[in-house]
């Protein structure tokens, strides 16, 4: 037991690191396009911000935090999610005193104890964007297009984009109603989660994975139906913003959010191949969730994808860069004697910021040239008794095979000039 990471976790070894380095590489840049600055929150949080920023009623809260008393006898919470926390963040740090929108990004791990399978983990990552102080469709299209071109960029064109609207607290309540007349006769047939939801967050029914609940639904009002005039224009209008950008969409009267501070857009990203864990980014405004923390009331937007679903993509589809781990310049000395001076070498070296190595492992010439080959090196500069004698070196360049007696303090410049042809 001690000897295996924690169910539903995995470590992210070296041969697999530059591979989330790259995605996240491409995730900064993009953030740096569309003007969205990182924000970097503790992974745990108070309890009581969840429970009030994502919802009691939820699964995650209900089902699924990591919770625990800390010895000051505080109820603390690793972060399931970070909306809360940035929201948190946004009103603790008074960054809406700065600027009237407020454009942040995140990237990091959040933690659900969630049933582990492919593309469901209890520690996962996620990178998320969260746009604080605007109320304008606009500002939805602009989220939704970078989520779209993140992954475009990335390689992944199969792409479906489901959008709905869930209304605001002055249209839902009807629709909520309407929803419950319509369930109210068949509610035995619903799983259990659906039929404690059936009072409390009846919305919550459209999204139930079982197949019974489906059926059960099925024939339900759409929400879209029932919006008010405001909620009617603003999805109106983020359509024709969507259509203009070339941006295709599904609408998905099942998508919801089932709580009072999601607003209006709700939008989810599906990549089929992944099958069953399919979902790769979920979204949506939150108009009241600011005020619902304590602040002024602030419209806002935002989405988290989930990075291990991309890897798992990405990987799929081959389309996953090859990692160069190869380095300028192996320094291999010939014998235990010449070690000092190939080692200043070596400083030296990376020091004028050439990627550089040698052998710790007291490998004779031979396995210190095969190890050069492994990595593989552009040089070797070998260091034998006559070379130390003169302070010179042999540099190999190991592509055309040619070596040449160089003086040890000129090593730097032909490199530098053979790299440069
Ligand atoms: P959510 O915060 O539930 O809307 O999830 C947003 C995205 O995070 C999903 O579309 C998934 O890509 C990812 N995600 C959510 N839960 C998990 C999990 N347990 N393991 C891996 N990825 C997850």
């Not at 929803?179 to 999204?207: H, V, W, Y």
């Not at 190595?357 to 080959?373: E, H, L, S, V």
């Not at 593989?376 to 360049?397: C, T, Y």
């Amino acid at each position: 037991m001690l000897l295996t990471a924690p169910r539903g976790t995995q470590d992210i070894l070296p041969g697999a690191s530059a591979n989330w380095q790259y995605i996240e590489a491409t995730v900064r840049d993009i953030c740096r396009l569309y003007g969205y600055k990182e924000i970097r929150t503790p992974v745990f949080e108070h309890t009581e911000l969840f429970l009030r920023g994502i919802g009691e009623t939820t699964d995650v809260v209900s089902k699924e935090m990591y919770t625990f008393t800390d010895r000051g006898e505080r109820s603390l919470t690793l972060r399931p999610e970070n909306t809360a926390a940035v929201v948190r963040a946004f009103l603790e740090h008074k960054l809406y005193a700065e600027s009237l929108l407020s454009k942040l990004f995140y990237i990091g791990p959040m933690f659900r104890y969630d049933r582990p399978q492919a593309g469901r983990y209890r520690q996962f990552h996620q990178f998320g964007i969260e746009a604080l102080g605007s109320k304008g469709p606009a500002m939805d299209a602009e989220v939704i297009i970078l989520a779209v071109q993140l992954l475009e960029r990335l390689g992944l064109n199969d792409l479906k984009l489901f959008l709905n609207s869930v209304g605001c607290p002055e249209c839902r309540p009807l629709y909520r109603t309407a929803l419950q007349e319509n369930l109210r006769e068949k509610t035995e047939a619903l799983c259990g989660d659906c039929q404690s939801r059936f009072e409390r967050n009846p919305m919550r029914i459209l999204d139930c994975k079982n197949p019974k609940c489906a059926e059960v639904s099925t024939g339900a009002p759409h929400i879209v139906d029932c919006l008010c005039e405001d909620c009617n224009a603003h999805f109106e209008h983020l359509k024709s913003l969507l259509a203009a950008a070339g941006i295709d969409f599904v609408l998905n009267p099942r998508l919801v959010r089932g709580l009072d501070y999601y607003t209006k857009t709700a939008f989810e990203i599906q990549y089929a191949p992944l099958g069953s864990q399919s979902a790769v980014c979920g979204g949506g405004r939150y108009d009241g969730l600011v005020a619902e923390c304590g602040g002024q009331s602030t419209p806002s937007i935002g989405f988290a994808i989930g990075l291990e679903r991309i890897l798992l993509a990405l990987e799929k589809q081959g389309l996953l860069p090859e990692v160069n781990n190869g380095i300028d310049v192996f320094v291999a000395p010939i014998g235990k004697e010449n070690q000092s001076i190939a080692f200043k070498l070596l400083c030296d070296l990376r020091k004028n910021g050439l990627t550089a190595d040698m052998d710790f492992m007291d490998r004779n010439i031979k396995g210190q040239m095969k190890q050069a080959n492994k990595y593989p090196a552009r040089f070797v500069a070998i260091i034998g008794d006559e070379e130390a004698l003169q302070g010179k070196v042999m540099l190999k360049n190991m592509q055309s095979g040619i070596q040449e007696l160089v003086d040890n303090i000129a090593v730097q410049n032909k490199i530098q000039l053979e790299m440069e042809d």
